[in-house]
């Protein structure tokens, strides 16, 4: 902690220097090239706000699959979850209700972008057959859903080895 933020900036600092100018266009063309991608793969399966195009990212709202299965954006990204994804940002912006912001990275394969449409396809069939199976993930992962009313009123901010059994 004494260093601050040094190794942060020291890590963009050599991505940027790796990538020298041209690298840094093309990555950032590739991030750009991501986002409208899913945005276009993913229109009719979960409503898009603010649908006339995208830099590098692109928010979607859980708004329609709430008030037609009952299945709420923080459900969506536990979910994720399942199928070995990385959950996107939820809840911000504070301007979309139920925002889920999907952000790809400018690595991303087209075969990890796939991937994350056929997981939300599925998603989404799973909410329409059994809303309960998607408001209870996750279902695969270490950990159930934790309780988070009570993890931001009693947060553990220190890690304590498990007693043994």
Request: charged content about 25%; aromatic content about 8%.
């Amino acid at each position: 902690a004494y260093f601050g933020n040094v190794g942060v900036c020291l890590r963009a600092l050599a991505y940027i220097l790796r990538n020298g100018r041209d690298g840094l266009k093309r990555v950032t063309e590739c991030a750009v090239l991501n986002a409208n991608y899913l945005k276009h793969q993913l229109k009719d399966v979960i409503e898009i706000e603010h649908s006339e195009g995208c830099l590098h990212e692109f928010v979607a709202t859980g708004r329609g699959w709430k008030n037609d299965f009952g299945v709420r954006t923080l459900d969506i990204a536990k979910r994720l979850l399942d199928y070995g994804m990385h959950a996107p940002t939820v809840y911000f912006p504070l301007i979309v209700h139920g925002a889920l912001m999907i952000e790809p990275t400018e690595s991303e394969s087209l075969e990890g972008l796939d991937r994350f449409v056929e997981a939300l396809l599925s998603i989404a069939e799973e909410a329409k057959q059994d809303p309960d199976w998607v408001r209870t993930a996750p279902h695969r992962t270490r950990l159930a859903r934790l309780d988070e009313t009570r993890a931001a009123r009693k947060p553990v901010l220190r890690w304590q080895p498990r007693s043994a059994p």
